[in-house]
């Protein structure tokens, strides 16, 4: 028996967040004495030699047409018949929106398999730890079934580095495919901002913008700092920013260094997308917001003046260290 993490890409580059979930699958391969492996689809050169230094037994590229683009049929499919060959007891992805959609088709398709979503502790080979009700209380479950499928926040476990060992490649053609659903094409929103789940600092707005014209002083601060824009569900909702913008429950999940919330009053569904950020800070004029109780650094002030005199300030300081 084994562990398979599924390693997610996109046009062949790896999302760093699917280092998390290798980081959980040493954990479990130390509590239960199983080697772990990799796979991963339509990696490039550079995120196969990545993938190859991560300690896995073995990666396995999985190759096909129907592969060449994403759809959880095909991949649930293709991961179904790695975790096959390598007698997988484990199956672990990244809780993110590849995670979050693939697993569950993957758990339809592998007989006496169970699956816990968004782990954020590993007991023992059968016990884990989850958040529930937008983090306000963590679970312990233990699962019986032969084969269990895990999703990993990623906000809860470290990246995992590069180790000596190097894995041995093993590329598998998979044949079989989903005939009732075809790729037709992809639609994504492209920015020169870092991606908003990767980034090493966020920016966010709220509904305290009060009209989308306002949102290019956040665009501004975020600028000067190299930093991801995110949002509340309110202003995705009003239609200021687009859906891939949302932090919080029903969005995406972040842990920068820095966290800049501007406008936000910390209602509990966003903060459930952010509260695991190193350093939290919070512009808001109401002394009693919410966010005010988790944010590291809080600053009671009208955003409209605030943020302008703050990007000021950080374009002068990096004028004058030649930054």
Not at 121 to 149: C, H, N
Request: aromatic share 6%.
């Amino acid at each position: 028996m084994s562990i398979l993490v599924v390693a997610e890409t996109r046009n062949g580059e790896l999302k760093k967040a699917s280092l998390s979930a290798v980081t959980c699958a040493r954990i479990l391969a130390e509590k239960t004495g199983l080697n772990y492996n990799i796979l991963t689809f339509e990696p490039s050169d550079k995120t196969k030699e990545e993938l190859s230094q991560l300690g896995a037994e073995k990666l396995f590229v999985a190759k096909g047409e129907q592969l060449k683009n994403y759809t959880a049929e095909n991949y649930a499919i293709a991961v179904s018949e790695i975790a096959k060959k390598v007698d997988a007891k484990y199956i672990l992805a990244t809780a993110t929106t590849f995670g979050k959609d693939l697993l569950p088709r993957l758990v339809a398709k592998i007989p006496n398999s169970a699956m816990v979503s968004e782990v954020i502790e590993v007991i023992d080979g059968e016990t884990f730890k989850r958040l529930m009700y937008a983090g306000d209380i963590i679970a312990t479950l233990k699962i019986k079934s032969e084969k269990k499928v895990l999703s990993v926040r990623g906000t809860a476990f470290d990246k995992a580095g590069k180790v000596d060992k190097k894995s041995e490649i093993v590329e598998e053609e998979i044949k079989e495919s989903y005939p009732r659903k075809r790729f037709i094409k992809l639609e994504e929103t492209k920015s020169e901002r870092p991606e908003l789940t990767e980034a090493s600092i966020v920016v966010s707005v709220g509904r305290g913008i009060k009209d989308p014209e306002n949102i290019k002083i956040i665009e501004e601060l975020a600028d000067v700092l190299g930093a991801a824009i995110g949002a509340s569900r309110a202003v995705v909702d009003a239609g200021w920013l687009p859906n891939d913008f949302q932090v919080g429950q029903t969005g995406k999940t972040v842990a920068p260094q820095l966290y800049i919330a501007i406008g936000i009053s910390g209602a509990i569904q966003h903060v459930a997308g952010m509260k695991d950020s190193k350093v939290i800070v919070a512009i808001n004029k109401d002394p009693e917001a919410p966010i005010f109780q988790i944010a590291d650094i809080g600053l009671v002030a009208d955003l409209f003046q605030a943020v302008p005199e703050l990007t000021q300030k950080l374009k002068k300081l990096k004028q004058e260290s030649g930054g």
